[in-house]
Structure formats: C-alpha cells, structure tokens
C-alpha cells in the first residue's frame, strides 16, 4: 500500500536489508552454489565438492581445501560489505572472484547457514546463521579447509521459494555454474553429487585437476575437443585464447557457449554477440555457435562492478574486444575451410 502520507526516514538494520541484498545475489540455488565456489577458488583451493540435495533447496554444501576462516574472522565474514578481497578501495586491481563481501551475509538471510573452517596450526570453528541470526562461534572437528552448509534456502522468503522451478531443473542450472566456474580454474578438481534422499549420494559432474585442454574434454566432451578449433590472438593489449567449434558442431541452443574476462564467467551481450558475428557467413541464424572463449586485458580496461551477481562486465572499449574476436574466429574458421562466400574480414 503506497501512501502518499509521509513518514520519517530510517536507517535499515542489518537484518532488512542483508534480506534486500540477498535479493539481488541469490537468485536461485544455482547463484548461491556460484558464490560459495568461488569464494573456495578465492581460498586457494585445489578440489572443491559440492554436494546438493533436491535441487540445492533443502542443501548445499561445498567443502574445500583452501586456506581457511580464522576463529576471529567467522563472524565478520557473516557481516554485510566485510571481505578480505579488496585492498583499500581499489575497484580496478580485482584479482579474486569476491569483492563485495555481500554472499555469505545474503545468504544467511535467507537459510540456515553453517561455515566450519580451519586456518594452517589452528583448531577448527564453527559459526551458524538462521535468517539473519548469528550462533556464538563453536568448536567443531575438520582435517582442514572450509566447508559451508546451506540448508532450506528461502524458507525465510516464502515468495521466492515459490519461484524456483522443479529440483531437476535446478539441478541442471546447479551443474551449469560448475561447469562454468570449472572451466576457469582446470587446475582445481571438482566434483557434484545429489544426495537427495541422504546417503553418499550419486556423482553427476567430475573433473580431476588438469590443463585448459582436458577441462575443456571433461566439460563439453570428446565431441567438442575434435570438432574445436584453437583460437589465441592478440590486439592492443587484449589476448584471446580459447576453443571455438566447427560449424558442423553448433547447436539448436546456445548452451556450449563459455565467455571469460580475467578468468571470470560472464554473459556479456558485447562477447555474445561478436560471437554470433563471427559465424554469421557459415551459420544459419537458428544455429549456435559452440565456443569457449577466454579474453585477458589489464584490469582497469573492464569493470567489473557492474552486477551483483558479477556475471556483467563494461569494457571500455567495447569495440575492440568484440573487433578481435570475430576476426581471430573468422581467420580460424577460413583455416579450416569453412570460408563463407563473401571475403573474410574484420
Ligand atoms: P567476498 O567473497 O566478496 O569477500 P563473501 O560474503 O562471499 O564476500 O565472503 C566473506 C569473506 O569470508 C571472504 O572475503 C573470505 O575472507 C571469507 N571466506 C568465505 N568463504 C571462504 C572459504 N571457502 N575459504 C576461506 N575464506 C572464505
Ligand atoms: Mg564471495
């Protein structure tokens, strides 16, 4: 009800609008899974497991072997815009996934939420938050790592609970992140299993540590590996590397599409389309290209800090990134024969 009767402003408390945030950051469980892996990859870790019970709404959890959470540090990290990732205020020299400190509280507004964690010659602790309700630290036992739980996401926000669609396809969009994420770091293995119904569970995604190459296989498959073509390209700063597929190999849909920036996942209307353009003479409109493109350019040439969610970036010169991917992909694919009628061009 939107009265036009005026009342005074207040300062939100911690509680609304961690809720508000959360919002934004978890979408779905798909998103919350997407922040609690990179945070393991921005800890260093070398294998990472998630395990995910009916769809991710009554669980998820990601254990790791990273560096882990001192005592001292658990609450804070539980505390809204509290991260260790940024030094000072420095927006451009974003080396880690996280920045925001914003997806643990979210989170813990959201669900019940559980972070064990243990630091190099420390003991382990434990912290829990239930809709936005901190526990005192606690000991708990753990070799080493962090592991977070998340248990009945959204059981504090009824309306977004009844917006997630069924587990399987939840699942689905759960698998997706890894894969994604897993592509950007082949060095680390990760392995998903479904553990609905309880027990070990079933695996349904794994990749032991490797090189872009193997990820790649372990990903999108051995079909992809023998129809892809090896991009690397370089322009005014900007390098590209990566795997682009024949052609023959596109898709009826656009899910074999992978576009990095610095080592970062992104759905970027700019790379999208420049991939689209690139194909365009050897590709019938209702066909998608299959690619996994990484492109590296100093820090303060993209933002970032666009999203929440950070799956947006702004580059600054829009034109160039979009430039040197359609012509290292044109050359590429005139390489292997698949030159279109009209000349091949930037
Ligand atoms: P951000 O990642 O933006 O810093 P988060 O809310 O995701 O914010 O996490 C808050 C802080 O908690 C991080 O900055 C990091 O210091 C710590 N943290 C979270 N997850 C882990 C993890 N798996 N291992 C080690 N430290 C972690
Ligand atoms: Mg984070």
Redesign the pocket.
């Given at each position: 009800n939107i009265s036009s009767e005026r009342r005074a402003i207040r300062q939100l408390d911690a509680r609304a609008s961690n809720r508000i945030a959360a919002g934004e950051v978890v979408e779905r469980p798909a998103s919350a899974v997407k922040?609690?892996v990179?945070?393991?990859l921005?800890?260093g870790?070398t294998r990472i497991e998630i395990a995910v019970a009916e769809g991710g709404k009554t669980l998820i959890r990601?254990t790791?072997d990273?560096?882990?959470?001192p005592k001292d540090?658990l609450a804070?990290?539980?505390s809204r815009h509290?991260?260790?990732?940024?030094d000072g205020d420095d927006l451009i020299n974003i080396r880690?996934?996280?920045?925001?400190?914003?997806?643990?509280?979210?989170i813990g507004a959201v669900a019940r939420l559980r972070?064990a964690?243990r630091t190099a010659d420390a003991e382990a602790w434990e912290i829990r938050v239930s809709g936005g309700t901190m526990e005192p630290v606690a000991p708990c036992t753990l070799r080493s790592?962090?592991v977070?739980e998340v248990r009945d996401l959204f059981h504090a926000t009824p309306a977004r609970l009844k917006f997630l669609r069924t587990d399987r396809a939840e699942m689905q969009a759960i698998s997706e992140v890894i894969k994604r994420l897993s592509l950007a770091a082949p060095a680390v293995s990760f392995t998903l299993r479904d553990v609905s119904g309880g027990g070990e569970g079933r695996v349904t995604f794994s990749a032991e540590r490797g090189d872009a190459a193997s990820r790649m296989e372990a990903v999108l498959g051995r079909d992809f590996r023998a129809n892809a073509l090896e991009i690397e390209a370089e322009r005014e700063g900007i390098r590209l590397t990566g795997f682009a597929a024949l052609p023959t190999y596109s898709r009826g849909a656009a899910v074999t599409q992978f576009l990095f920036v610095n080592g970062r996942p992104v759905r970027d209307k700019v790379l999208v389309g420049a991939l689209r353009a690139a194909y365009a003479d050897v590709l019938s409109r209702d066909r998608h290209p299959a690619a996994v493109l990484f492109l590296t350019c100093p820090p303060e040439r993209v933002d970032v800090n666009v999203h929440p969610a950070k799956t947006e970036v702004r580059f600054r010169e829009p034109g160039l990134a979009r430039g040197l991917i359609v012509s290292a992909l044109k050359h590429a694919l005139a390489g292997a024969g698949h030159r279109a009628s009209s000349t091949v061009s930037d």
């Open positions: 922040e609690l990179e945070n393991a921005d800890a870790a990601v790791d990273g560096h882990g959470i540090e804070l990290a539980l509290a991260t260790s990732k940024l880690s996934f996280g920045f925001r400190g914003e997806a643990l509280p979210s972070i964690s790592g962090t977070v």
